[in-house]
């Protein structure tokens, strides 16, 4: 077996089973985009990323992630249709079948970590057969200091195979790719898939499950940001809520664009990078993320302009689930280290499609919690064949897919953290306004932004509030660069009756959602809950 890459690190394969034909160890950025160039993994763009594809699978395949259920999972998982029990057996098997499949194979090696805060980081092995997706951990992952791999041990693997396939009549699986987490034996198998996405995700539900479960520490799916007077903002939000986009803020340093914890010293990210939807983008409207793609950078199933190099962001012959890669420091104000103060301002980002909720909206405790569990977003009409008109999209914690554990376990973490700090929560709405998708419009970015702002700055502590009449939240009558007209829904639609009747629908809908957590649900938390009633005239 031949080594090849840095020569300093500790070579420990052999307690990993694996041999292979060629081992690289630890490579450069471009050392790997030379090896993806010539192995014919992708091309170069003229940004100077890399633009590679992933196959048949352009997203995660979520019935397709599987636990082990054994001795330390069995009673501690939250098992169902998110967390699907995988036997330790089929597991040992699949992944003896892996290392056979590896011995005459070239692979590339890296160690890295998770968790910029010293105190709970979690060092990482990543083991790919594919060079391009071993640079996507270089970006994504944090990296060790070079002195830091001589004597690095890794407590937690990945073993990603993208060209290998299960038998499900044999190894268990449901098709022939998956993603197996083994929380005892610390290692995540994944086959079958090039969307390099499983390896982020998969380390994501390990950290979900470990520190609450083992730590005591808040697990978060969000972005971070810090302003110059060392203030911390957190922003929760499914996909396409504008979570990496409202916190890749050119006036405040970014702490992490997707997933972070909360100490009991602050915020942390656990990556050392950025994973963003590229659909559509352009340098107007999102500058930061425009300026990262450069060399380093991948591109995952973008076309470019034909006869040319040029990346074609509006092209979704693929996929609208294209996306970039990139290193957290190919964004200037990029905080280092990755670590930010409590947070004295949550936002939860949602795209309501149904065009009901407040553009923002400050919320109590109770609401908080409740709003938190919810994980509300929709879906807009013409996604899928048959859809015409919105659909919610409920993710308890604002990412379901990665909770090893109960909703109410992170639920409780944040409300404890909420009290102890003070935090300010808030709701906002990046989705639209003036009627729902297909009627109204998208809510303008500028005001986006100019209302986190005002929250951030103190602006809206002071200025005239309503209840909304169905969710009860407090909405702001004024907020500065933004005009009044906008600040409350019902308002901007021209059919007033039309905005009841859909707001009263939207609430039942988080109503209904609810039931299956009520059981754990305090009568503080459930005082969030909309008045169903109040939405009818």
């Known amino acids: 077996m031949q080594e090849f890459g840095l020569k300093s690190e500790k070579r420990n394969l052999a307690d990993m089973n694996i041999t292979a034909a060629k081992v690289y160890w630890n490579l450069t950025p471009a050392e790997l985009v030379e090896h993806a160039l010539a192995n014919g993994e992708g091309l170069l763009a003229d940004n100077g990323a890399i633009m590679c594809d992933t196959g048949q699978f352009t997203g995660r395949s979520p019935k397709d992630r599987f636990i082990v259920k054994d001795e330390l999972t069995e009673n501690t998982v939250w098992w169902g249709d998110i967390n699907i029990p995988f036997s330790p057996e089929q597991f040992d098997a699949l992944h003896r079948k ?26 990482l092995r990543v083991v790919n057969t594919k060079a391009w997706q071993n640079l996507f951990c270089h970006n994504m992952f944090l990296r ?11 407590n937690f693997t990945i073993l990603c195979i993208p060209e290998f396939e299960a038998d499900p009549a044999v190894d268990g699986t449901r098709q022939k790719n998956f993603a197996i987490l083994n929380l005892s034996k610390r290692m995540i198998l994944i086959g079958g898939t090039g969307y390099a996405g499983e390896m982020k995700k998969g380390v994501f539900s390990v950290l979900n499950y470990m520190l609450p479960h083992e730590r005591g520490i808040l697990s978060m ?32 340093k970014l702490i992490g664009d997707d997933e972070h914890g909360w100490a009991h010293d602050g915020v942390f990210n656990f990556e050392g990078g950025c994973y963003a939807k590229v659909i559509n983008i352009t340098r107007e409207s999102e500058p930061q993320i425009w300026d990262a793609i450069k060399f380093g950078a991948i591109l995952e199933n973008v076309r470019c302009f034909e006869g040319t190099r040029t990346p074609d962001y509006t092209n979704k012959s693929v996929t609208e689930n294209t996306r970039t890669a990139y290193p957290i420091y190919h964004i200037e104000n990029a905080l280092e280290p990755s670590i930010g103060g409590h947070p004295k301002n949550i936002f939860f980002l949602t795209a309501d499609a149904f065009g009901v909720l407040p553009p923002i909206s400050k919320l109590t405790p109770g609401q908080a919690m409740y709003h938190f569990i919810s994980g509300y977003t929709a879906k807009v009409a ?11 999209t409920f993710s308890a914690c604002f990412g379901a897919a990665f909770l090893p554990l109960h909703p109410t376990k992170y639920a409780e973490l944040l409300g404890e953290n909420m009290r102890k700090h003070q935090v300010n929560v808030w709701l906002v709405n990046t989705g639209w306004t003036g009627g729902p998708y297909g009627v109204g419009s998208r809510m303008k970015l500028a005001y986006t932004r100019a209302m986190l702002t005002a929250a951030l700055e103190g602006k809206l502590d002071n200025v005239e509030y309503k209840a909304h009449p169905v969710f009860g939240v407090a909405v702001p009558q004024t907020c500065p660069n933004v005009p009044d007209e906008v600040l409350n829904p019902r308002d901007t639609w021209s059919n007033k009756e039309a905005y009841d009747a859909q707001a009263q629908k939207l609430a039942q809908l988080f109503v209904q959602n609810f039931t299956k957590y009520e059981a754990f649900a305090n009568d503080e938390i459930m005082s969030g809950a909309p008045v169903v009633e109040a939405a009818s005239k």
């Open 98 to 123: 892996m290392l056979n499949y590896l011995k005459d194979k070239t692979i590339y090696v890296r160690d890295a970590y998770v968790g910029a805060h010293p105190d709970y980081r979690l060092n």
């Open 144 to 154: 060790p200091k070079r002195e830091e791999l001589v004597h690095f041990v890794p």
């Open 221 to 252: 799916h969000c972005s971070a940001n810090m302003g110059n007077a060392g203030d911390t903002a957190v922003f929760f939000g499914l996909s396409g809520t504008g979570k990496t986009t409202l916190s890749a803020d050119p006036n405040r």
């Open 382 to 392: 013409g996604t899928e064949v048959g859809v015409t008109e919105p659909q919610a």
